[in-house]
């Protein structure tokens, strides 16, 4: 007997006949003498739907009824769930985050969790109840409903497993397994059995899309041990899972890449300190993110080129912000690019092997892409191209790295 969590998302849960799928799977681990409890999110396209409609009710709303709306799309999966779990004979019922109680901070919108008391869902359990808990919610400080960003309900499954002590925390999606790459590109990805907690933080803030990065980053820090797998069909999925357990060494396990990317270069800048701070001031007070970043010293040896990276939903919002201080930051011109695209190359083995970047520069040298910018971290390799480039470099580079299925 094991005590497991079910995570549903979107999909899976995108009719009522889906449901009743997913209520036969869940009853499986039951018959099987396991504890579960499942997480679920809204309706494929609901909470998009409702998050329409709070910007057709108000441009700039209110975040606590923001909240009070998007939260809606999960209680109803749940209570369909439950309604589809007693009708094949399983003790189900349903819990929004408050009912369990899910803790949060006052952050509405993207709120975190802070903690979760686990008595209600183990005396359930205990008593061969499934308890049923929407996903992406939770109760504030101010005793308001919370929700914890897009794609939160991952972040749940997962608090909800580490709070209960659970064995397993079974993520079920639309994909099979974590992909070496995005195999909608790269027709030769390999679907990895394992892959640790590191790289799979990697992959998700890299831009994979497979698990939220926040409820990866809860996973490895609280140990819980998370399968990713298919609703729709039985195959085995990926563990992550602790570095301990990955018994094949790989130097590089698989390869992201974004497109919600923009560069901006503005030139012949100050050579002096302060400059940057000047620069990435305003943009960190307007809670813009500056990704990667290069800096040049240019021919004269006085000023030098600067280039970042923001997301694209910032990019005007930046150079708005840089115009405005043209005459302070004394540049000479802002130039913006959004026509670019991040590959990731990621993987653990890179602490121990070296060459790891010089195989990514070489492969993309050979096809004539230019690289241009780069930054690097102990366990990836990221690289800026023209996004005209993105499939043709996500490709020979996972021949290049041997990643190919064979
Ligand atoms: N339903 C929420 C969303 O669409 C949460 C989730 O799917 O994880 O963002
Ligand atoms: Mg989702």
């Not at 497109?259 to 813009?288: C, N, Q």
């Not at 520069?361 to 096809?367: K, M, P, V």
Request: net charge negative; hydrophobic share 45%.
């Amino acid at each position: 007997m094991a005590r497991i969590v079910q995570k549903f998302g979107g999909t899976s849960v995108g009719d009522v006949e889906r449901i009743g799928h997913v209520a036969r799977r869940v009853k499986r681990e039951v018959d099987a003498g396991n504890e579960v409890a499942v997480v679920v999110s809204a309706m494929t396209g609901v909470t998009n739907q409702l998050v329409e409609r709070v910007r057709e009710a108000a441009r700039l709303h209110d975040a606590r009824e923001y909240d009070a709306v998007v939260a809606t799309g999960e209680q109803v999966a749940a209570g369909l769930l439950a309604l589809a779990l007693q009708a094949i004979g399983v003790s189900a019922r349903s819990f929004l985050g408050w009912q369990v109680p899910i803790l949060t901070d006052d952050a509405h919108g993207r709120a975190r969790i802070q903690s979760i008391d686990p008595t209600l869902l183990l005396q359930r359990m205990a008593d061969g109840q499934v308890p049923v808990i929407a996903g992406f919610q939770g109760i504030g400080p101010d005793r308001r409903i919370t929700t914890l960003g897009r794609g939160g309900s991952d972040t749940t499954a997962v608090a909800i497993a580490a709070a209960v002590a659970a064995e397993r925390c079974d993520i079920y999606t639309d994909v099979d397994g974590v992909y070496t790459c995005d195999p909608r590109i790269v027709t030769k990805a390999r679907k990895l059995a394992r892959i640790t907690y590191e790289e799979m933080l990697e992959l998700a803030s890299q831009g994979a899309r497979v698990l939220h990065t926040r409820s990866v980053e809860m996973a490895m820090n609280h140990r819980v041990r998370v399968q990713v797998l298919s609703s729709f069909d039985d195959s085995p999925g990926t563990l992550v899972v602790d570095e301990d357990e990955i018994m094949e060494q790989r130097t590089v396990s698989g390869i992201a890449y974004s497109r919600d990317e923009a560069k901006v270069t503005l030139t012949h800048v100050a050579d002096r300190p302060g400059v940057a701070a000047a620069i990435f001031g305003p943009l960190a007070d307007a809670s813009i993110n500056v990704d990667m970043i290069v800096q040049n010293v240019s021919a004269d040896g006085e000023t030098t080129d600067l280039t970042f990276t923001v997301t694209r939903a910032d990019l005007d919002k930046t150079m708005q912000l840089l115009q405005a201080r043209q005459a302070e930051l004394g540049y000479r011109a802002l130039l913006p690019d959004p026509k670019v695209v991040k590959i990731s190359v990621i993987g653990i083995g890179m602490r121990s092997h070296a060459g790891v970047a010089l195989t990514m520069f070489r492969t993309l040298a050979e096809r004539g892409i230019n690289i241009q910018v780069i930054s690097t971290s102990e366990i990836k390799v990221s690289v800026l191209i023209a996004e005209e480039y993105t499939e043709l470099a996500l490709r020979v580079l996972h021949t290049a790295y041997g990643l190919d299925v064979t």
